[in-house]
């Protein structure tokens, strides 16, 4: 397997903490791709014609994506029926808890291309204002849902746990002045001895270097 890949996206350090979870990291080749909102790659459209990673290429050529197919596909897999809990309560809580995560993830990045690809006259604080509002929302949602994830630190854990880890870990490598922390004790503890798993410090966001 090829994962197309970038090492500062949470969304494939999700996919990759979900490949050293179930043992399958060793099994999947590593292709950088500096996908760009702004600039289409032909090299990643000819595989996902959204031209957004994760994209992981089969041995059969065909390809997957995004992260919650890629994630679920590895699970499926390598047999792991905990990451992805069968049909009932415990898999519904699990894919909300994604969703969750994913959709703090959606908010901060695209405020982020905000800063960072559009004009400073051209930048629209209502804009901004509704993202981290998102976000902020997520948060709060993180931190009533933290005693129950703290409960389960030492099971393996579900889709649910690594998304919301991989978007904590995303706001203190993007959003370090958010000061997500403040306020959030619960959440805080949590993420503090999630992020130690070695699936999580193995993943840790990068710079890429060429």
Not at 83 to 94: L, M, Q, S, V
Request: glycine share 6%.
């Amino acid at each position: 397997m090829k994962l197309i890949h970038a090492p500062t996206s949470p969304f494939v350090r999700k996919v990759m903490a979900v490949a050293h979870e179930t043992g399958l990291a060793d099994r999947i080749e590593i292709a950088f791709n500096g996908a760009s909102p702004l600039q289409r790659d032909p090299a990643l459209v000819g595989h996902n014609p959204l031209g957004k990673i994760p994209a992981l290429i089969l041995d059969d050529g065909s390809t997957l994506y995004d992260s919650p197919v890629i994630c679920e596909y590895l699970a499926a897999t390598a047999g792991d029926a905990t990451i992805f809990p069968p049909a009932g309560p415990a898999r519904w809580a699990a894919l909300t808890r994604q969703a969750l995560a994913d959709g703090l993830l959606d908010a901060a990045i695209a405020n982020r291309y905000e800063r960072l690809l559009r004009p400073e006259d051209k930048r629209w604080q209502g804009w901004t204002d509704a993202q981290l509002a998102k976000v902020a929302g997520a948060l709060d949602e993180i931190e009533k849902l933290a005693p129950a994830l703290s409960a389960d630190l030492d099971a393996p854990p579900t889709i649910g746990a690594i998304a919301i880890g991989c978007a904590l870990g995303y706001l203190d490598f993007r959003y370090a002045d958010l000061n997500w922390r403040q306020g959030r004790p619960a959440a805080a503890a949590w993420f503090a001895a999630f992020d130690e798993r070695p699936s999580m410090a193995a993943t840790r966001p990068r710079e890429h270097v060429a």
